[in-house]
């Protein structure tokens, strides 16, 4: 006669987390609201206070909870949020020692695709963000630290026009990972920084005049070509 299988038996502390989870997820949990308190959890489910404090710091590390000081603190519920996933984008990135190349060739393969959604769906607000983040980096072209942040904050402000919150979300994430990686001013001389403010203009227009085509299309050359003058760091 064969031998059964080996039986895992989950932890009372996962099963707790995934019920809270679940009822997170499912918004039974409404962002801020207070879960119970520990004593309570302890009375409702019949686990230890051990059990109970593990799952609540499992979600915890999950980013679904969150403390609240004060009076009329203690544990609510916490929606996902983009900072949470770049978090987790960031861990994964430097845990698989995944290199620039490949963050940059998923930068190529996102970004066209938000510039054409953001010409589809961006709002006056959006195209104010987006003129005032253009504005901002011709204003810091002579001065590499304000000018990459202003670049950061473009690329977000053409992240957020698409209303994509998923691709949004990602972008956010892989964005900030080039920026710390290309500081240095042999990838971002005077006359790529002139480049990079020309490209933005014609993908801004694009967006403008809601001309989707154009931005993907804009958007894929300009990506491109800022990925070529990393060409030097990919060889380290």
Known sequence: ???LTRIQVPKSCDLL????????????FR????L????????????????????????????L?????????????????????????????????????EIVAAREAIEPMLARYAALHRTDEDLALLR???????????????????????????????????LQAFIQSITHLIHEATQVEEVAAAETRAMVVRAHRSVL????????????????????AYSQQLDPLFAQ
């Open 36 to 63: 119970p308190v520990e004593r309570e959890l302890v009375a409702q489910t019949g686990l230890s206070r051990s059990s109970v404090r593990e799952a609540l710091r499992i979600l915890q590390t999950e980013g």
């Open 17 to 28: 987390a995934a019920e809270l989870r679940k009822r997170i997820l499912d918004g039974e």
């Open 31 to 34: 962002d801020g609201e207070a």
């Open 65 to 101: 909870v969150r403390t609240r000081p004060g009076r009329y603190g203690g544990t609510v519920a916490n929606r996902p949020t983009a900072e949470h996933l770049a978090d987790q984008v960031n861990v994964f990135v430097r845990g698989r020692r995944i290199g620039l190349h």
């Open 1 to 3: 006669m064969s031998s």
């Open 132 to 166: 005032a983040s253009t504005a901002a980096m011709e204003a810091a072209v002579h001065e590499l630290p304000r000018f990459l942040e202003a670049n950061v904050r473009w690329h977000l402000a053409v992240a957020q026009a698409s209303h994509n919150q998923i």
């Open 205 to 224: 227009a694009a967006i403008e005049a809601g001309d989707a085509d154009a931005a993907q299309r804009r958007m894929q050359r300009h990506v491109m």
